[in-house]
């Protein structure tokens, strides 16, 4: 019986030994994870980033609202990015009208403006996908502004049309 109990006493003693090499191997790897953890960035901004749409989905939003409207001779047409604005001097022919679609995929609002004042009406345009239409009446040459509001963000695209 003492070789049965020594036996016993042996198994016993390394099966402690194992369960504690067991428990300080989790432990210490637990504990490396909450390290490499606290200098990464939270999951909750990863899930912001990929709630917001991307510029590509916001320009493609802007331009089909604009398809719905389109209509007559295109001369001029584009997409920026509501914090680069629209900075545009378009080839139009003196004395012709033409219209002027916009809209705007984001957030916040840009506002138009245009060189000379009389050319076109000024206007705010909401970052919402609705489309705004202005007249245009070239005279002398124009240039079309198309200025994001602080804080604005998304795209804005364009459409110029004779009439």
Request: net charge positive.
């Amino acid at each position: 019986m003492t070789c049965s109990s020594l036996r016993t006493a042996r198994l016993a003693g390394c099966s402690v030994l194992v369960s504690a090499f067991l428990l300080s191997a989790c432990t210490a790897s637990g504990s490396r994870d909450d390290r490499a953890g606290s200098s990464q960035s939270p999951a909750p901004s990863s899930a912001r980033t990929a709630s917001r749409p991307s510029e590509r989905e916001l320009g493609k939003q802007a331009q089909a609202a604009l398809a719905a409207v389109s209509s007559g001779t295109s001369v001029e047409a584009g997409a920026e990015r509501v914090t680069d604005g629209i900075h545009s001097e378009p080839t139009l022919s003196e004395g012709k009208t033409y219209r002027i679609s916009l809209a705007c995929a984001g957030n916040g609002s840009v506002q138009l403006t245009f060189v000379p004042a009389n050319a076109g009406t000024k206007t705010t345009v909401p970052c919402d996908k609705s489309v705004v239409q202005r007249r245009i009446t070239a005279d002398e040459p124009v240039r079309i502004n198309a200025d994001g509001a602080r804080g604005s963000t998304g795209v804005i695209a364009w459409q110029i049309h004779a009439l």
